[in-house]
Antibody, heavy 122, light 113 residues
Framework: QVQLVESGGGVAQPGGSLRLSCAAS????????MHWVRQAPGRGLEWVAV????????YYGHSVKGRFTISRDNSKSTLYLEMNSLRAEDTAVYYC???????????????WGQGTLLTVSS | DIVMTQSPDSLAVSLGERATINCKSS????????????LAWYQQRPGQPPKLLLY???TRASGVPDRFSGSGSGTDFTLTISSLQVEDVALYYC?????????FGQGTRLEIK
């Protein structure tokens, strides 16, 4: 069965950096685009970024563009989110999710991980 | 960006009764070349990640009970639960994937009356 397991969350200082990981299993990782979506405490869902199956193309949401970098290691079936210049408003649960296509600039999300919590605070 | 607005923000329905949630997009999400609406619905139970219910506005995801249905086209969409069950208590979100960035509605909280 499809499994997505996020890790790397925790407490970071404003202006700091952190890298999230998402280990995928139960499907052919190289056949799908992958996404990050976040949810601030008690708030709704915000799409963060997507990466094509081969990593050649990436799209970002406005609030993270220039600060966050999505990447993937297909040899390890792992998705990453490198986060720099962190702000208090980046505090959220970060979910990785699978899109249905290889070439994915935006799609519905058919499988989601359980999420990892990032808290940005001094 | 396409703005998604759901109504109502919260809803209380009796067990076995119909629940209806609306979603309106600030511009059409109907792609003219394939006549598909780039609209999905998700369910998020307390403490859980979102779960895909419907995509292309009305196609049920694998394993989703047939009491869940979607309708609408262009800018106006509806999620209907035909007979509310206890396990349907959750937050529901619509999402457009017509434009980049993809955007979600603010969510509708569904409770038992």
């Amino acid at each position: 069965q499809v499994q997505l397991v996020e890790s790397g969350g925790g407490v970071a200082q404003p202006g700091g950096s952190l890298r999230l990981s998402c280990a995928a299993s139960g499907f052919t990782f190289t056949s799908y685009g992958m996404h990050w979506v976040r949810q601030a405490p008690g708030r709704g869902l915000e799409w963060v970024a997507v990466i094509w199956y081969d990593g050649t193309y990436k799209y970002y949401g406005h609030s993270v563009k220039g600060r966050f970098t999505i990447s993937r290691d297909n040899s390890k079936s792992t998705l990453y989110l490198e986060m720099n210049s962190l702000r208090a408003e980046d505090t959220a649960v970060y979910y990785c999710a699978r899109g249905p296509y290889q070439y994915d600039s935006g799609s519905y999300l058919d499988y989601w991980g359980q999420g990892t919590l990032l808290t940005v605070s001094s | 960006d396409i703005v998604m607005t759901q109504s109502p923000d919260s809803l209380a329905v009796s067990l076995g009764e119909r629940a209806t949630i609306n979603c309106k997009s600030s511009q059409s999400v109907l792609y003219s070349s394939n006549k598909k609406n780039f609209l999905a619905w998700y369910q998020q139970r307390p403490g859980q990640p979102p779960k895909l219910l419907l995509y292309w506005a009305s196609t049920r995801a694998s394993g989703v009970p047939d009491r869940f249905s979607g309708s609408g086209s262009g800018t106006d969409f509806t999620l209907t639960i035909s007979s509310l069950q206890v396990e349907d208590v959750a937050l529901y979100y619509c999402q457009q994937y017509y434009g980049t960035p993809s955007t979600f509605g603010q969510g509708t909280r569904l409770e038992i009356k």
